[in-house]
């Protein structure tokens, strides 16, 4: 068993070297989906349609105010497996798709329920229950389409906290993706392969992700994290604003007074994948205390990673 385990560990390691030596021979399928259709409809931003959007794969409907979220946080309780937070980074949390008045649809299509644990367990209002994921997790369907520069990415900013990853990425896409119609399966064209859409989803949200350098926005006007100093929420909110063009949702933890999490909310001209972003005022009100002084702490030091090169 044992000799049988080692050279399954040396035929692995073979065909990860032979992989990285044909990698320039082999074909990486593309995620893209099938937007010829958009080219003879009108353009416009999702939520500022004066018309019917008739083709749904051209623009996000419902769900047109598009809000690419964040977190910070000081640990993962994942550590000692290397599931680390990225020095001088923010983390990706996920890319909803939120109806023009701010409510929002969630876990639209079970034929694409992938969160090995439902959050919430049942659909409002009538309870349905729905049902946790029991297969493969989402990270391979990464793998499956060859996009390990892409898994890589999301091991570094997509972070979870006391669970895998996958299971957060996997939540994130059936929870949220799955309201939203350009990433419908139909946009995917008559050459669609399953999970092109869950890939092109991660692309998109990690697109949205760097349209919002939250560390260096702060960072730029003197607010980094600090367990000595404290910042007013209006600084941070002032910050963001200027820089964005719009308020974002600020959220915090500790009854308000340990910044958490930030919302940029945006109308979206074209697709959710390629459009262009424009950031629009938060429709939900801050969590944060506006009296108070608010905590931007510290990372834990073994919480952190650097991850701006390969060691
Ligand atoms: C915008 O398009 C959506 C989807 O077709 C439609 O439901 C909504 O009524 C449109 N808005 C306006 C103001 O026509
Ligand atoms: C339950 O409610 C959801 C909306 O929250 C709806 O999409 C679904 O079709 C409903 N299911 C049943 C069985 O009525
Ligand atoms: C792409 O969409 C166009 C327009 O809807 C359609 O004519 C074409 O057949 C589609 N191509 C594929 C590969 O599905
Ligand atoms: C929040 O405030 C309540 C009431 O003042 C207090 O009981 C609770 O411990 C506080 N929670 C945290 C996380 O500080
Ligand atoms: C967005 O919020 C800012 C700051 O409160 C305000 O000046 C601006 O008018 C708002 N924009 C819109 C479109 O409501
Ligand atoms: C800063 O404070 C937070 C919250 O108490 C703690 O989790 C973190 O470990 C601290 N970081 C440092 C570097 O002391």
Redesign the pocket.
């Known amino acids: 068993m044992v000799f049988l385990a080692g050279l399954a560990a040396f035929v692995a390691a073979s065909v990860a070297l032979t992989d990285a030596s044909l990698a320039g021979l082999l074909t990486i399928p593309n995620t893209y989906g099938n937007f010829s259709g958009c080219a003879s409809q009108p353009s416009v931003f999702s939520c500022e349609n004066t018309t019917a959007i008739k083709n749904t794969c051209c623009s996000p409907t419902p769900g047109g105010l598009v809000l690419a979220t964040q977190f910070w946080s000081t640990y993962t309780g994942l550590e000692k497996f290397g599931q680390k937070l990225p020095k001088a980074s923010w983390t990706l949390h996920g890319l909803w798709p939120d109806n023009c008045d701010g409510s929002f649809g969630q876990y639209c299509d079970f034929s694409r329920q992938y969160d090995p644990a439902p959050s919430p367990k049942t659909l409002t209002p009538n309870g349905t229950v729905i049902p946790p994921w029991t297969g493969p997790n989402v990270g391979t369907f990464v793998k499956a389409f060859r996009r390990f520069d892409l898994l890589d990415w999301m091991n570094k900013y997509w972070i979870n906290q006391g669970a895998p990853n996958a299971d957060f990425w996997g939540h994130e896409f059936s929870k949220h993706a799955t309201c939203t119609s350009t990433f419908d399966v139909k946009c995917y064209g008559d050459d669609y392969v399953e999970h092109q859409e869950v890939v092109d989803f991660f692309e998109a949200a990690r697109r949205a992700f760097n349209m919002f350098p939250t560390y260096d926005m702060l960072a730029s006007y003197g607010i980094t994290p600090s367990n000595k100093t404290q910042y007013a929420l209006a600084d941070i909110t002032n910050a963001l ?1 200027q820089q964005t063009g ?2 974002p949702y600020i959220g915090c933890s500790h009854n308000g007074t340990a910044l958490s999490e930030v919302w940029y909310f945006n109308h979206v001209f074209g697709t959710e994948q390629y459009g262009r972003f424009k950031a ?2 938060s429709t939900t009100k801050s969590t944060c205390s506006s009296t108070q002084p608010i905590w931007y702490y510290e990372r834990t030091k073994t919480s952190e990673t650097e991850v701006r090169f390969l060691p």
């Open positions: 604003t719009a308020v629009v005022n």
